[in-house]
């Protein structure tokens, strides 16, 4: 059974730009959550999808925002981009909301802005 | 507003002895989890126990065990028989039972273990 796989893994911007970042999740989750990990702010949780709809938002600027598709796939954008939106961009899958079981994390996509 | 503490940034043990990791939180609630995950070096991270607060029995997984003190707050993690593989950056977290369904996950700061030969 394949993972939660996240593309690209790797990427550099400018300043100014916009990046989409891609989260495929298990086979069969449907929910698919986004966090943020930075050395000095650590593990920050950024929005969660159910069904194609965002069930959670963090507390992150507007210019942060995602989406879900039909077959879970999800999608995270960041506009403007900022020397501080350098960061490893995790993405998490799971079945459901509100259960017990665990969350599947992908290997994440790691953004450079110079 | 929950919080998740963790005041070791690093730890060191032998292989094959044992090592406890702190973990503190603060919540009002009551219905919640706790889980400590583990993300080695550039790989993802994985899901190493979990806790629900309701059950007073501290979780066990192999050679990883939890203290839970519910009153004190307090969520501790114990690695035994130590080994190679076990060195990774070790993350407490916190997910909320209440208010509405959610996998919001509230993240420590984390304690990166190393183990050495």
């Known amino acids: 059974k394949a993972g939660v796989t996240q593309t690209p893994r790797y990427l550099i911007k400018t300043r100014g730009q916009q990046v989409t970042l891609s989260c495929s999740p298990i086979s069969g989750h449907r929910s698919v959550s986004w966090y943020q990990q930075t050395p000095g702010q650590g593990l920050q949780f950024l929005f969660e999808?159910?069904?194609?709809?965002?069930?959670n938002k963090g507390n992150f600027p507007g210019r942060f925002s995602g989406r879900q598709f039909s077959n879970s796939r999800s999608e995270m954008n960041v506009s403007t981009l900022e020397l501080g939106d350098s960061a490893l961009y995790l993405c998490a899958s799971s079945l459901a909301l509100r259960v017990t079981g665990e969350l599947f994390f992908g290997e994440g996509s790691r953004l450079t802005v110079l | 507003a929950q919080t998740v503490t963790q005041s070791q940034p690093e730890m060191s043990v032998q292989e094959a002895e044992t090592v406890t990791l702190s973990c503190t939180y603060d919540t009002s609630e009551s219905d919640y989890y706790l889980f400590w995950y583990k993300q080695p070096p550039s790989r993802q991270m994985i899901l190493v126990i979990r806790q629900e607060a309701y059950k007073q029995q501290n979780a066990t997984e192999n050679r990883f065990s939890v203290n839970f003190q519910k009153a004190a707050k307090s969520f501790s993690l114990k690695i035994s028989d130590s080994q190679l593989g076990d060195a990774a950056m070790y993350f407490c977290a916190y997910r909320s039972g209440d208010g509405g369904a959610t996998n919001k996950l509230i993240f420590g700061t984390g304690t990166l273990l190393a183990v050495q030969p």
């Open positions: 999808y159910f069904s194609e709809t965002q069930r």
